[in-house]
Nanobody, 118 residues
């Protein structure tokens, strides 16, 4: 059974920083495309950043230059460094990973709340 667990969310003032982490556990043969998504109240879940197995990255326009995604294949983790946070970044953040276990499929974490407020 593969599980993804996020950590690092919380309350931060505008202009501040947070670092989210997502750890995968279970029987993992390989991790492919991995990403962070977010969902604000009343809005659809959206892609924030993604990283593939060659470390190519992709970012939503709204976070370019402020957020950075990274992965550590040896530890089966991905991280999202979020800088210059804005109130509109407030959302529940989810990690997602395509993982090869006994079968290959997408897995989601349970989400972590990020609130940007003065």
């Amino acid at each position: 059974q593969v599980q993804l667990v996020e950590s690092g969310g919380g309350l931060v003032q505008p202009g501040g920083s947070l670092r989210l982490s997502c750890a995968a556990s279970g029987t993992i043969f390989r991790m492919y495309l991995m990403g962070w998504y977010r969902q604000a109240p009343g809005k659809q879940r959206e892609l924030v950043a993604a990283i593939d197995s060659d470390d190519n990255t992709n970012y939503a326009d709204s976070v370019k230059g402020r957020f950075a995604i990274s992965r550590d294949n040896a530890k089966n983790t991905i991280s999202l460094q979020m800088n210059i946070l804005k109130p509109e970044d407030t959302a529940v953040y989810y990690c997602k990973a395509r993982i090869s276990s006994y079968s290959s499929k997408d897995y989601w974490g349970q989400g972590t709340q990020v609130t940007v407020s003065a």
